[in-house]
């Protein structure tokens, strides 16, 4: 009787420990659920027939031939643009990024145009972009209807945030580098990228936020950190005891377990700030149901009065690499969300895949 007891109770603790953890529920303030439009992924691939004369270079270059990916999004007169990274195939280290632009009246298919509209040039920020170019952009609008657009220049060591404006997306105008006036350049030579504005939805735009008379910016690719500007152009950190302030970080065991880095933008709503971001998965202590490396995006609630606050953070990621393409790439693993605009009464969210295309997922529209 005793063993027979003693054998139940062993069989009991097995089928309690090996149970599959139920999935946690959908936080409300969440936007979701959003659904890969399988019928046109991806939407944007590379092409080697685009060439134009690099002002560097001085000679013709195929400056999407390798891959295409990061896109950031707005909805300019009824359509929505892309501005989106492009990688040429010269043989190099670092190849070089620069940034297409692509329009659409769906939201679906683009028309892209066969030169890139953002560069490494001749010019003041040439030091900090050549070789490795201009990275991962986002977008968002100042009041005065001026396009601010964050950047990452990328001199083949070290990542920079940098701004640029425009008042038509064709023409830019390069301000320079975020962190590079701050206490006289402090971390001006600080790994920086990943800007990502805090803006309100007015209609199908999104409008730079100011929160406590400041403008807002979440950026970083390890921590998330935040920087504040009374104009859009100048930016400080948001610092704590004279070093930058980390506002959240990975977490063992999540999907977010080895690195966060934020996404297109963070919304201001009636809830709170909600922030979509960027993360990846760690090799041993990350979440055992994704694959070691896979990058996936999650969400997290942020307090509307203190952007620093966090109030909410989902416990599973909403998108995460399934298909071929977003499986196999330049990197393996990846879906890594940086464009997002209200379009039709829907949430287009735009994302690269394993660093060699352009995708996207539709969601009901909520705030």
Same mark, same amino acid.
């Given at each position: 009787?005793?063993?027979?007891?003693?054998?139940?109770?062993?069989?009991?603790?097995?089928?309690?420990?090996?149970?599959?953890?139920?999935?946690?529920?959908?936080?409300?303030?969440?936007?979701?659920?959003?659904?890969?439009?399988?019928?046109?992924?991806?939407?944007?691939?590379?092409?080697?027939?685009?060439?134009?004369?690099?002002?560097?270079?001085?000679?013709?270059?195929?400056?999407?031939?390798?891959?295409?990916?990061?896109?950031?999004?707005?909805?300019?007169?009824?359509?929505?643009?892309?501005?989106?990274?492009?990688?040429?195939?010269?043989?190099?280290?670092?190849?070089?990024?620069?940034?297409?632009?692509?329009?659409?009246?769906?939201?679906?298919?683009?028309?892209?145009?066969?030169?890139?509209?953002?560069?490494?040039?001749?010019?003041?920020?040439?030091?900090?972009?050549?070789?490795?170019?201009?990275? $991962?952009?986002?977008? #968002? /609008?100042?009041?005065? *209807?001026? %396009?601010?657009?964050?950047?990452?220049?990328? &001199?083949?060591?070290? @990542?920079?945030?940098?701004?640029?404006?425009?008042?038509?997306?064709?023409?830019?105008?390069?301000?320079?580098?975020?962190?590079?006036?701050?206490?006289?350049?402090?971390?001006?030579?600080?790994?920086?990228?990943?800007?990502?504005?805090?803006?309100?939805?007015?209609? $199908?735009?999104?409008? #730079? /936020?100011?929160?406590? *008379?400041? %403008?807002?910016?979440?950026?970083?690719?390890? &921590?998330?950190?935040? @920087?504040?500007?009374?104009?859009?152009?100048?930016?400080?950190?948001?610092?704590?005891?004279?070093?930058?302030?980390?506002?959240?970080?990975?977490?063992?065991?999540?999907?977010?377990?080895?690195?966060?880095?934020?996404?297109?933008?963070?919304?201001?709503?009636?809830?709170?700030?909600?922030?979509?971001?960027?993360?990846?998965?760690?090799?041993?202590?990350?979440?055992?149901?994704?694959?070691?490396?896979?990058?996936?995006?999650?969400?997290?609630?942020?307090?509307?009065?203190?952007?620093?606050?966090?109030?909410?953070?989902?416990?599973?990621?909403?998108?995460?690499?399934?298909?071929?393409?977003?499986?196999?790439?330049?990197?393996?693993?990846?879906?890594?969300?940086?464009?997002?605009?209200?379009?039709?009464?829907?949430?287009?969210?735009?994302?690269?895949?394993?660093?060699?295309?352009?995708?996207?997922?539709?969601?009901?529209?909520?705030?």
């Amino acid at each position: 009787m005793r063993i027979a007891l003693v054998l139940l109770w062993m069989i009991l603790m097995v089928a309690c420990n090996t149970t599959t953890p139920t999935k946690p529920s959908d936080p409300s303030w969440a936007i979701l659920p959003f659904k890969k439009v399988d019928s046109v992924n991806p939407i944007l691939l590379s092409d080697t027939s685009s060439v134009f004369i690099c002002p560097i270079l001085q000679r013709p270059v195929a400056w999407e031939a390798k891959d295409v990916f990061n896109p950031a999004a707005v909805v300019k007169d009824g359509k929505i643009y892309l501005l989106y990274r492009a990688e040429d195939t010269i043989v190099r280290n670092p190849s070089t990024s620069r940034l297409g632009l692509a329009v659409s009246e769906d939201g679906l298919h683009f028309t892209r145009m066969n030169q890139p509209v953002f560069y490494p040039d001749n010019d003041s920020m040439k030091k900090f972009e050549w070789a490795g170019g201009c990275e $991962d952009p986002r977008l #968002a /609008k100042l009041e005065d *209807g001026l %396009y601010l657009l964050t950047y990452t220049a990328y &001199d083949g060591s070290t @990542a920079r945030l940098s701004i640029a404006v425009s008042n038509d997306l064709l023409h830019w105008q390069k301000k320079g580098l975020v962190l590079g006036d701050y206490q006289k350049g402090k971390y001006k030579n600080l790994w920086s990228k990943s800007g990502a504005l805090l803006v309100s939805r007015k209609g $199908d735009q999104l409008i #730079a /936020k100011k929160v406590n *008379g400041k %403008y807002w910016m979440y950026w970083g690719d390890t &921590d998330i950190f935040l @920087a504040f500007s009374a104009d859009g152009i100048h930016w400080q950190p948001l610092e704590e005891n004279h070093a930058i302030k980390k506002i959240f970080s990975p977490r063992k065991k999540y999907f977010d377990s080895r690195l966060v880095e934020p996404g297109p933008f963070a919304l201001y709503t009636d809830t709170g700030i909600v922030l979509i971001y960027n993360s990846m998965n760690h090799d041993h202590l990350g979440d055992m149901s994704l694959e070691p490396g896979a990058y996936s995006a999650g969400q997290i609630l942020l307090d509307m009065n203190d952007p620093s606050k966090v109030i909410d953070r989902m416990g599973h990621c909403f998108l995460k690499p399934e298909k071929d393409y977003e499986i196999n790439g330049q990197v393996n693993r990846v879906c890594f969300a940086e464009g997002m605009v209200p379009f039709n009464n829907k949430w287009f969210l735009y994302y690269g895949t394993a660093d060699s295309k352009i995708a996207v997922a539709v969601a009901p529209m909520k705030y």
